[in-house]
T-cell receptor, first 115, second 112 residues
């Protein structure tokens, strides 16, 4: 158990819909990272938050947005869903937020299926 | 942007054989990490290398960081069926501040 909690574990929805994925980091960790894992793309970095502020951005689509709340949990919002958005979405947390990312602790992931 | 390439994509070995996966970055890295993801699981941190030329060992696993800090390798001696999974390298540094770029991963299958 990494200490990172992600909900829901599985989600099936239709194209055009909007979903929200939730992540609670390990106790004490201020950084939250979101990664997308699909079969042909490996682990793609989406975005990082540190103590409520956006710290780094990867190849995150404009249809996707995220935020980190004062209690440090984070949400990833995916809208106008397309078939290609079907993937496993991982949240990870670390105690560090600048420079060296330090060890990342991954949650079990949220598997999104868009039909 | 920074790219991290990892080879091979797949590796099948007989139990007891050695295994090596290689990682190459398009830019100089400040550090490199290695993760293992078991089938159906999530990535789990194995190790971080920071210094040029660094070599670290964990039992049957040997990790190396290149002198130029642009490449790395993971070598497993005498593989066991418990080594099955996907091994990822992940690099950070340069303009990728705060961003850990993962390689595509090497999927290791160990035949008993």
């Amino acid at each position: 158990d990494s200490g990172v909690t992600q909900t829901p574990k599985h989600l099936i929805t239709a194209t055009g819909q909007r979903v929200t994925l939730r992540c609670s980091p390990r106790s004490g960790d201020l950084s939250v990272y979101w990664y997308q894992q699909s079969l042909d793309q490996g682990l793609q970095f989406l975005i990082q938050y540190y103590n409520g502020e956006e710290r780094a951005k990867g190849n995150i689509l404009e249809r996707f947005s995220a935020q980190q709340f004062p209690d440090l949990h984070s949400e990833l919002n995916l809208s106008s869903l397309e078939l290609g958005d079907s993937a496993l979405y991982f949240c990870a947390s670390s105690s560090q937020g600048t420079g060296n990312t330090g060890e990342l602790f991954f949650g079990e992931g949220s598997r999104l299926t868009v039909l | 942007g920074q790219q991290v390439m990892q080879i091979p994509q797949y590796q099948h070995v007989q139990e007891g054989e050695d295994f090596t996966t290689y990682c190459n970055s398009s830019t100089t890295l400040s550090n490199i990490q290695w993760y293992k993801q078991r089938p159906g699981g999530h990535p789990v941190f194995l190790i971080q290398l920071v210094k040029s030329g660094e070599v670290k060992k964990q039992k049957r696993l040997t990790f190396q960081f290149g002198e130029a800090k642009k490449n790395s390798s993971l070598h497993i001696t005498a593989t066991q069926t418990t080594d099955v999974g996907t091994y990822f390298c992940a690099g950070a540094g340069g303009t990728s501040y705060g961003k850990l770029t993962f390689g595509q991963g090497t999927i290791l299958t160990v035949h008993p």
